[in-house]
């Protein structure tokens, strides 16, 4: 419901990613304007695949963009398809076709982290983005903070919203630094053409190859015109934490070295791949200070393992949008009620998704047995209930303190 803002509230929002976009889309769906300060000279995302799944998809078809998404996602009809490293033996697998829509009231979906994108942005109202702003600096001051931009301007809004991702300025303004820890892994992604892509990775499904220190995951993204490929191997003396940091199709084959063959051959297919570190941070301790409150990786930079980095963005985004529509007035109690009800449950999935990595790459032996006759018996689709199943609508709608965790 539309609520008009009885004192005109300025929100700044630092990013234009995922999680920037969407605060933007889903104020303005609240009645609320903002502003979205982008350092690039153009919207565009970095990176290549990612997993829509039904506590997005719920969120999308909320801002009224999920039609316009669809013909450019891949609606999975397998998620989770474990397979055996050395010969693909299925271990697992959900098949998703009806289950997904049944349990949760929405498909899940593969998609260019562009395509997402480009949906978000066209629920942002025009004139909202302003590109090449950098952001330099934040201060909190009352009776507004001071944001301070590369060129030497200054605004001084009711309302700071950090969406500036895992490098964010905005975050040591209101939160205690804590330095990344060396996790010991990387990740290598990359797209294949589909016409250069083997035949079984075509299929509409999420597969995740698993091995001694090192697994593989890959699905359809773009229609169908692309595959998209990321993989975990160890990292070695390699550190450095960027999208735009490449490494040459031999190196990400060679980690690869003994597995089937089919997934040599889909790395071999791979066009310019990218490798970046995976650096470990705890939850933080606090996300708001003032009227400056932090969204998406900014605030909670989790390991990609359970796919819902950009996901809890759009919740998070949902969510805040609520609470300054609810309380305008008041926008620093609004920032605490958000992070009051955030907090939980992004840290849980920082968590488990933390702890994917060690299941994943068991080396062969009776631990790696255990895990796998575990797999055969396991329904993700149901265990996972507490992602899926989540709506920020609903969380708020709630007592206070009551299914935060959810």
């Given at each position: 419901m539309?609520?008009?803002?009885?004192?005109?509230?300025?929100?700044?929002?630092?990013?234009?990613?995922?999680?920037?976009l969407a605060a933007a889309a889903f104020l303005a769906r609240a009645g609320l304007s903002s502003t979205v300060y982008e350092q690039a000279s153009e919207i565009k995302e970095v990176g290549a695949g990612l997993v829509v799944a039904p506590n997005?998809?719920?969120?999308?078809r909320r801002l009224g963009v999920l039609d316009a998404f669809v013909p450019r996602a891949v609606q999975l009809d397998v998620g989770w398809e474990f397979r055996r490293w050395k010969d693909?033996?299925?271990?697992?697998?959900?098949?998703?076709?009806?289950?997904?829509?049944?349990?949760?009231?929405?498909?899940?979906?593969?998609?260019h982290r562009a395509d997402l994108l480009d949906a978000i942005m066209s629920a942002v109202p025009d004139g909202t983005v302003r590109l090449g702003m950098r952001c330099v600096d934040v201060a909190?001051?009352?009776?507004?903070?001071?944001?301070?931009?590369?060129?030497?301007?200054?605004?001084?809004?009711?309302?700071?919203?950090?969406?500036?991702?895992?490098?964010?300025?905005?975050?040591?303004?209101?939160?205690?630094?804590?330095?990344?820890?060396?996790?010991?892994?990387?990740?290598?992604?990359?797209?294949?053409?589909?016409?250069?892509?083997?035949?079984?990775?075509?299929?509409?499904?999420?597969?995740?190859?698993?091995?001694?220190?090192?697994?593989?995951?890959?699905?359809?993204?773009s229609a169908g015109e692309l595959v998209n490929v990321v993989a975990f191997a160890p990292a070695g003396n390699y550190t450095v934490e960027s999208w735009s940091a490449t490494a040459t199709v031999?190196?990400?084959?060679?980690?690869?070295?003994?597995?089937?063959?089919?997934?040599?051959?889909?790395?071999?297919?791979?066009?310019?791949?990218?490798?970046?570190?995976?650096?470990?941070?705890?939850?933080?301790?606090?996300?708001?200070?003032?009227?400056?409150?932090?969204?998406?990786?900014?605030?909670?930079?989790?390991?990609?393992?359970?796919?819902q980095g950009a996901a809890q963005a759009v919740e998070d985004a949902a969510l805040l949008a609520l609470c300054l529509a609810d309380e305008q007035r008041e926008p620093g109690r609004a920032?605490?009620?958000?992070?009051?009800?955030?907090?939980?449950?992004?840290?849980?999935?920082?968590?488990?998704?933390?702890?994917?990595?060690?299941?994943?790459?068991?080396?062969?032996?009776?631990?790696?047995?255990?895990?796998?006759?575990?797999?055969?018996?396991?329904?993700?689709l149901v265990a996972n209930s507490w992602i899926y199943e989540y709506d920020p609508e609903v969380a708020l709608a709630a007592r206070d303190g009551d299914e935060v965790p959810r």
């Open positions: 539309s609520r008009p803002a009885p004192d005109g509230l300025d929100i700044a929002i630092i990013g234009g990613g995922i999680g920037g997005v998809a719920r969120l999308l693909g033996t299925v271990l697992s697998a959900e098949a998703l076709a009806t289950s997904c829509k049944e349990l949760y009231g929405e498909h899940t979906y593969t998609a909190l001051s009352e009776p507004r903070p001071v944001v301070q931009f590369g060129d030497g301007q200054v605004i001084r809004p009711d309302v700071v919203i950090g969406a500036d991702g895992i490098h964010s300025v905005v975050r040591p303004v209101v939160a205690e630094a804590r330095p990344a820890q060396y996790s010991g892994l990387c990740a290598f992604r990359a797209l294949v053409p589909a016409d250069k892509a083997p035949s079984f990775a075509l299929r509409p499904a999420q597969t995740l190859w698993i091995g001694p220190g090192h697994h593989l995951v890959h699905y359809p993204v031999d190196e990400f084959a060679d980690e690869f070295q003994g597995w089937d063959p089919r997934l040599i051959e889909l790395i071999r297919a791979a066009e310019s791949p990218g490798r970046w570190a995976l650096l470990d941070r705890a939850p933080l301790g606090r996300w708001s200070g003032g009227r400056v409150t932090l969204l998406g990786d900014a605030a909670h930079p989790m390991f990609p393992f359970f796919a920032l605490t009620r958000y992070e009051s009800h955030r907090m939980a449950r992004t840290a849980r999935l920082q968590e488990v998704s933390h702890g994917r990595a060690h299941v994943n790459h068991l080396p062969d032996g009776p631990q790696q047995q255990a895990r796998d006759r575990t797999f055969a018996l396991a329904d993700p």
